[in-house]
């Protein structure tokens, strides 16, 4: 038998370390073909997504897919994330989180597997561009939320503290 990943746990933790603490979790996604997500929102193919209780309905982690519903500009979309292609989860108000390292696409030749390291970024600092942080809300008929966390001008960046 094949042995489950630790990232689909480390993901689901954090999840709930950030909800327990008031936090506002949010994921940083590498966008491939099987990644559904509104493109308009995609910036070097990347995302990044709130995946807060507020702003999803149907939220569900599993060990391979994470998959929520979410309005973006008003119109809801159903959202599919490989977990593989999760590239960080932090909370929004301080940044706190974990970066995982990118996983070759699927059919790739496996590498080896590199270590997860702890972010404690400043949450201006964390983002994955400018306008590209998606903000979600959950879809219950109510507009996005005017609070979107992203900063204008320049390509943010994770900060990595070792």
């Known amino acids: 038998m094949q042995e489950i990943p630790t990232k689909p746990y480390l993901l689901r933790a954090l999840y709930e370390w950030c909800t327990d603490n008031g936090y506002t979790p949010h994921i940083a996604v590498r966008v491939d073909n099987q990644t559904r997500v509104p ?77 997860s390291e702890v972010l404690d970024a400043e949450p201006e600092d964390v983002g994955v561009g400018a306008g590209t942080q998606a903000q979600a809300t959950k879809d219950d008929g109510d507009g996005p939320s005017s609070d979107d966390g992203s900063k204008g001008g320049g390509k943010g960046h994770l900060k990595v503290v070792k």
Not at 56 to 84: C, D, P, Y
Not at 99 to 110: H, K, L
């Open 39 to 115: 493109r308009q929102f995609v910036h070097n193919d990347e995302i990044v997504l709130n995946i807060s209780f507020e702003a999803t309905t149907q939220l569900q982690m599993g060990n391979e897919w994470i998959e929520f519903s979410a309005r973006f500009s008003g119109k809801a979309h159903k959202i599919e994330v490989q977990v593989a292609n999760v590239l960080a989860i932090y909370a929004r108000e301080n940044g706190q989180g974990m970066a995982f390292p990118v996983e070759p696409a699927v059919g790739a030749a496996g590498g080896t597997p590199v270590e």
